[in-house]
């Protein structure tokens, strides 16, 4: 996991122009993705490590799941110029990284697919799939029955 937090890092670099070449005129793109890899970082350094020394302990937690998949959609939300995710609208700027086919961009891309495969463990490993963003509320359903939770049901996930 250490070559994408690398690659992700000359991403950004790059993008906050900290390389000879300056890729954007203002600095919208910049911080979107700045607070995207912020979210994920604290996925894969954090909360995933705590995961994997102790699954069942970790799954005990109430609202732990709703925490780790608040902050994937957070980094969608920053990745997409809020158009999908969870976050919001004050803080978003300009610039979907997602929607930009730049080489450059293609490592924040990866990390966050690598992520997105760690929390779908994670709740799979407690049995509930994410089942959503509606009106800014996170949703959760029951993997066995398809059952979609309510808003306060998923918050103790």
Do not use: H
Not at 45 to 55: D, L
């Amino acid at each position: 996991m250490g070559s994408f937090f690398s690659l992700l890092s000359n991403v950004v670099q790059e993008v906050l122009g900290q390389s000879s070449e300056k890729v954007f005129e203002d600095n919208n793109l910049e911080i979107n993705l700045e607070n995207a890899a912020k979210r994920l970082e604290s996925i894969n350094e954090n909360i995933y490590p705590e995961y994997a020394r102790n699954p069942q302990e970790f799954l005990r937690k109430t609202g732990a799941l709703w925490f780790v998949r608040k902050d994937l959609e957070a980094a969608r939300f920053y990745m997409t110029e809020g158009n999908e995710g969870y976050g919001d609208w004050s803080r978003i700027r300009g610039g979907n990284c997602l929607a930009v086919d730049d080489p450059k961009f293609w490592g924040i891309k990866v990390l966050f697919e690598a992520t997105e495969a760690k929390v779908q463990e994670m709740e799979t490993a407690k049995g509930y799939l994410f089942a959503g963003v509606q009106n800014n509320t996170i949703l959760f359903k029951n993997a066995k029955t398809n059952e979609l939770l309510s808003a306060e049901e998923s918050s103790e996930i």
